[in-house]
């Protein structure tokens, strides 16, 4: 049989990463199988939809490579078939329509928690008699069709993440399959659908570990074969506690905007809950499909630490190629004032080893569109003095005045370095004293890239511009 698997989100916000994870793990599974990934919007929640959010999810999955098979399908335009398979599950005996009103279910949950007793359903409905169900019928009293639970047996299933399983069906209340307004609930929407997509593998949160004994009964109703179940680990904070946004950003579209790269998020989400057996760490889509296995995800709790995320982002930022870096970043903030400067290759190249997210160009190369504000006191070194400053940065502004600006523009990053030491060597300076206050001069910051590597970025007359800017602070 074809591995088939399926992402079903609600479309009731933003992606959250945690369902991101859950749709990595099932495209990769159908993937390994050389099956197919479909994408299901489960949208018969009316109350709960939220403008946007299908074109929002749709743009995640295929920003980060996961492209689904055949249509798009929308629960919601599947009304009338789960209506008709709700009815054949009456006409059977397997399902009976509840005329308990909201005000009496609010009541018995009330008086459950008191007793402190599982809240669920009595199964009052369950049991009318002819004449009490003619008399709501006639009377066009409002229904629900609920599913009648076996009241003996087990739920058993060999979930592919938790092993064995099994549980009583009766610990599980009578599931309301349709409601009132003649749309479905996810037990029977989900169920349904699965089933004519073929679906054979779901994979979604141990959240759901509770609803499968019910969902197991409805499939064993109808006669249909179930499909295997995997219950993925909790996604949680470095805390413990289920993640949340005192963590970090939990919306996709958060981490797409803040300058965060696919395969960063696509190679970080992963390893939450899944572990190769392998010390690499870095992982191409198609390695992954490979050597992705869904018996090697974790049963543990799978910490999200937004530190790990950025340090691999920062590493795949270091690996793309300069054109490419620049258009990304281009796409991402076309307001950006620095892409207007004719140095801005020279700037990208030192500066990018220094970026965590794409984002961080912004506040990282603000220094140089003007002139920094110079602190005299950050000017001169800790280990050297006034003096020295002073002499060390009038030497390197005349020996840099001394070459010609075409002669500049064909110097490399190490020629800047070996003039600034020919500078140390000559003058019997320390490093601290030219090194550091020329890096200040020309940055204004404590930390920036090396001299040399300003030296190439900017240009001649920026260059001792800034420099000249530093002696007068100190004069």
Known sequence: MNTVTRFAPSPTGSLHVGGL?????????????????????EDTDRERLVPGSVKEIENSLRWLGLEFDDELIYQSERKEIHQKYAEKLIKEG????????????????EEQLKKKLPPGYDKRCRNLSQKEMESFESSGKPYVIRFAMPESGFAEWDDAVRGKMSVKYALSDDQVLLKSSGWPTYFLAATVDDHEAGVTDIIRGEEWLPSTPKNIAIYKAFGWNVPRFAHMPVTVGPSGKKLSKRDGDTAVSEYMAKGYLPEALLNFLVFLGW????TEE??????????????????????????????INAHYIRSIPKDKLKMLIKNLIPSLKILKLSNFNRILDVEKIRLTRLTDIQENTDFYLENPKINPNLLIFKKSTLEATKMALNATYETLDAISNPKWKTM????????????????????GDVFWPVRYALSGLEKSASPAELLWAMDKDTSLTRISISLKVLN
């Open 21 to 41: 994870r859950t749709a990595i793990f099932s495209y990769l599974w159908a993937r390994h199988n050389h099956g197919k990934f479909l994408l299901r919007i």
């Open 94 to 109: 397997k399902a009976y329509k509840c005329y308990c009103t909201k005000e009496r279910l609010n009541k018995l949950r």
């Open 275 to 278: 572990n190769p057996k392998t």
């Open 282 to 311: 870095f992982f191409s889509k198609g390695e992954l499909i490979n050597i992705f296995d869904i018996k090697d995800i974790n049963k543990a709790p799978a910490v999200f630490d937004v530190n790990k995320l950025n340090w």
């Open 412 to 431: 490399d990053i190490e020629d800047f370095n070996a003039i600034l030491a020919k500078i140390v060597a000559k003058n019997n300076f320390t490093n």
